[in-house]
């Protein structure tokens, strides 16, 4: 491969980096709202819909949540860090 693919793939590698950062941290974010009641404060009010139901949808939706953040970018950065690797260029952090 090119120096301009190899950079290509490092600046790849860095931006799914900072989206899984962004991911993760929404996810936290969420669960610090639920924790704090807030969201079962507001959408019983918008929904019918019983506090266990809200807690039901709420861990469930972190949960499919982060999924999609480890298959979306947490495995393409894994992959492609590899890849770097095995090339012998030195991954940026």
């Given at each position: ?6 950079e ?38 918008l929904?019918?819909?019983?506090d266990?139901?809200?807690t ?38």
């Open positions: 491969m090119t120096p301009v693919q190899d290509a793939l490092r600046t790849f590698s860095r931006i799914l980096g900072t989206c899984i950062l962004i991911g993760f941290g929404l996810s936290t974010l969420w669960f610090v709202a639920y924790e704090g009641g807030l969201v079962c404060a507001i959408h019983p009010r929904f019918p819909m019983t266990q139901e809200c039901l949808l709420t861990y469930g939706g972190i949960g499919i949540f982060k999924m999609l953040v480890l298959v979306l970018f947490v495995a393409p950065w894994i992959a492609i860090r590899l890849e770097l690797r095995r090339r012998g260029t030195r991954p940026e952090t």
